[in-house]
Protein backbone atom coordinates (compact mmCIF):
# COMPACT_ATOMS: atom_id res chain seq x y z
CA UNK A 1 0.00 0.00 0.00
CA UNK A 2 2.75 2.36 0.72
CA UNK A 3 4.32 1.96 -2.73
CA UNK A 4 0.79 2.58 -4.32
CA UNK A 5 0.67 5.48 -2.30
CA UNK A 6 3.89 6.78 -3.72
CA UNK A 7 3.44 6.54 -6.82
CA UNK A 8 0.12 8.38 -6.74
CA UNK A 9 -2.17 5.60 -7.57
CA UNK A 10 -3.45 5.20 -3.73
CA UNK A 11 -4.53 8.26 -0.81
CA UNK A 12 -3.86 7.52 2.63
CA UNK A 13 -5.27 9.47 5.07
CA UNK A 14 -3.91 8.45 8.59
CA UNK A 15 -5.47 9.56 11.80
CA UNK A 16 -2.82 9.89 14.47
CA UNK A 17 -4.65 6.66 16.57
CA UNK A 18 -4.44 4.86 13.30
CA UNK A 19 -1.09 5.28 13.18
CA UNK A 20 -0.25 4.52 17.08
CA UNK A 21 -2.61 1.65 16.69
CA UNK A 22 -0.27 0.22 13.86
CA UNK A 23 3.12 0.22 15.80
CA UNK A 24 5.59 -2.58 15.30
CA UNK A 25 6.41 -4.66 18.39
CA UNK A 26 9.82 -4.67 20.26
CA UNK A 27 10.88 -7.37 21.08
CA UNK A 28 12.13 -8.39 24.43
CA UNK A 29 15.88 -9.33 24.88
CA UNK A 30 17.04 -12.60 25.16
CA UNK A 31 17.25 -13.67 28.66
CA UNK A 32 18.88 -16.59 30.83
CA UNK A 33 17.96 -17.26 34.35
CA UNK A 34 19.77 -20.54 36.00
CA UNK A 35 17.43 -22.37 38.68
CA UNK A 36 19.53 -23.78 41.03
CA UNK A 37 16.42 -25.60 43.22
CA UNK A 38 13.11 -26.12 43.37
CA UNK A 39 10.42 -22.87 43.38
CA UNK A 40 13.63 -20.79 42.37
CA UNK A 41 11.22 -19.86 39.34
CA UNK A 42 7.56 -20.32 38.75
CA UNK A 43 5.34 -19.22 35.96
CA UNK A 44 1.76 -19.40 36.70
CA UNK A 45 -1.07 -18.97 34.54
CA UNK A 46 -4.53 -17.65 34.59
CA UNK A 47 -7.37 -19.42 32.24
CA UNK A 48 -10.08 -17.12 32.01
CA UNK A 49 -13.75 -18.47 31.86
CA UNK A 50 -14.52 -21.38 29.54
CA UNK A 51 -17.41 -21.51 27.92
CA UNK A 52 -18.23 -25.05 29.23
CA UNK A 53 -18.22 -26.01 32.46
CA UNK A 54 -15.90 -28.65 34.10
CA UNK A 55 -16.97 -31.76 35.94
CA UNK A 56 -16.95 -29.77 39.80
CA UNK A 57 -18.51 -26.80 37.79
CA UNK A 58 -15.61 -24.12 37.47
CA UNK A 59 -15.25 -21.87 34.60
CA UNK A 60 -11.53 -20.91 35.90
CA UNK A 61 -8.33 -22.62 36.28
CA UNK A 62 -5.02 -21.26 36.92
CA UNK A 63 -1.49 -23.26 36.45
CA UNK A 64 2.02 -23.20 38.22
CA UNK A 65 5.20 -24.57 36.44
CA UNK A 66 8.09 -24.23 38.11
CA UNK A 67 10.87 -24.20 36.00
CA UNK A 68 13.91 -27.07 37.69
CA UNK A 69 11.58 -29.91 38.38
CA UNK A 70 9.28 -29.26 35.50
CA UNK A 71 6.41 -30.45 37.52
CA UNK A 72 2.91 -28.29 37.03
CA UNK A 73 0.22 -27.63 39.37
CA UNK A 74 -3.33 -26.84 38.02
CA UNK A 75 -6.25 -25.66 40.17
CA UNK A 76 -9.85 -25.23 39.15
CA UNK A 77 -11.74 -22.44 40.77
CA UNK A 78 -15.65 -21.34 40.44
CA UNK A 79 -14.72 -17.72 40.84
CA UNK A 80 -11.21 -15.68 39.89
CA UNK A 81 -11.10 -13.94 42.58
CA UNK A 82 -9.48 -17.16 43.98
CA UNK A 83 -6.42 -17.17 42.86
CA UNK A 84 -4.73 -16.30 45.46
CA UNK A 85 -6.01 -18.55 47.69
CA UNK A 86 -4.52 -21.17 45.36
CA UNK A 87 -1.28 -19.60 44.98
CA UNK A 88 -0.98 -19.77 49.35
CA UNK A 89 -2.12 -23.71 49.03
Not at 6 to 23: A, M, N, R, S
Not at 31 to 46: A, E, F
Amino acid sequence: MVELHKIGLLKLDLCEYCVLGKQTRVRFKATKHITKGILDYVHTNLWSPTKDLSLGGCHYFVTFFDDFSHNVWVYFMKQKSKVFEMFKL
